[in-house]
């Protein structure tokens, strides 16, 4: 099983910064899926990144998937205290026949009003 | 329901007494996961099931954990003999798409159950 690390581990801001946090790996990945938990709730679906230097964009966050198909950014741009969540990375574990998730270990990111 | 349902959301146990959480997935999806999510960390696979088949139990702990879908819909995680180290969330994950397929396949999670350990 390949593993995620994702970084930092913990991000405090004020509403209006920007911010950035990374998934790192040393294995190739077909694809990467983002998730954000918000407090109390089960993760959701943000995107799923599939081509290697692929971008993509939604509303105020831009996602990326590194040319060698071994890293991935999220890019928040003008936080609000709505984007207060952990932020997860995860793989479809391929070589099983479940589709199960591997995840990383989750960025928890807290806007401050 | 429009989405997967657990209950209980919190579940407070002595530690040595058996519980059992119930998932209910969204309704005609194939696949169902249980992972387990330490505080502030990623959630970490547990069991499969596609249908009423447990194909893969290959993260459970140990022999204390048992989990079954028996008419291939709602599915029960059942903890033996509770420990401290069990304290975590339990969340059920469910997929419309069969695990073995090559689509990149959405997961949707319930709430979880927050199981604390005394």
């Known amino acids: 099983t390949q593993l995620l690390e994702q970084s930092p581990q913990f991000l405090s801001i004020q509403e209006g910064e920007n911010l950035t946090v990374y998934c790192n790996s040393s294995?190739?990945?077909?694809?990467l899926q983002w998730y954000r938990q918000e407090p109390g709730e089960g993760p959701v679906l943000l995107v799923t990144?599939?081509?290697?230097?692929e971008v993509k964009k939604l509303k105020r966050l831009t996602f990326q998937f590194g040319d060698a198909r071994k890293d991935s950014s999220l890019h928040i741009t003008a936080a609000q205290p709505g984007d207060t969540g952990l932020y997860l990375c995860?793989?479809?574990?391929?070589?099983?026949?479940?589709?199960?998730?591997?995840f990383g270990q989750g960025t928890t990111l807290q806007v401050k009003p | 329901g429009a989405g997967v349902s657990q209950s209980p959301r919190y579940k407070v146990a002595k530690r040595g007494q058996d519980v059992a959480l119930r998932c209910d997935p969204i309704?005609?999806?194939?696949?169902l996961f249980w992972y387990q999510q330490a505080l502030g960390q990623g959630p970490e696979f547990l069991t499969y099931?596609?249908?009423?088949?447990?194909?893969?139990k290959s993260g459970l702990p140990s022999d204390r954990f048992f989990a079954e879908r028996p008419e291939g819909s709602v599915s029960t995680l059942k903890i033996q003999r509770t420990q401290q180290e069990d304290s975590a969330v339990y969340l059920c994950?469910?997929?419309?798409?069969?695990?073995?397929?090559?689509?990149?396949?959405?997961?949707?999670f319930g709430q979880g159950t927050r199981l604390t350990v005394v």
């Open positions: 994950a469910s997929s419309p798409n069969r695990g073995d397929s090559y689509m990149n396949t959405e997961a949707f």
């Open positions: 099931f596609q249908n009423e088949a447990q194909l893969d």
């Open positions: 995860a793989y479809q574990h391929g070589s099983s026949n479940t589709g199960k998730l591997i």
């Open positions: 294995s190739v990945f077909s694809s």
């Open positions: 309704s005609g999806h194939v696949s």
């Open positions: 990144v599939v081509t290697g230097g």
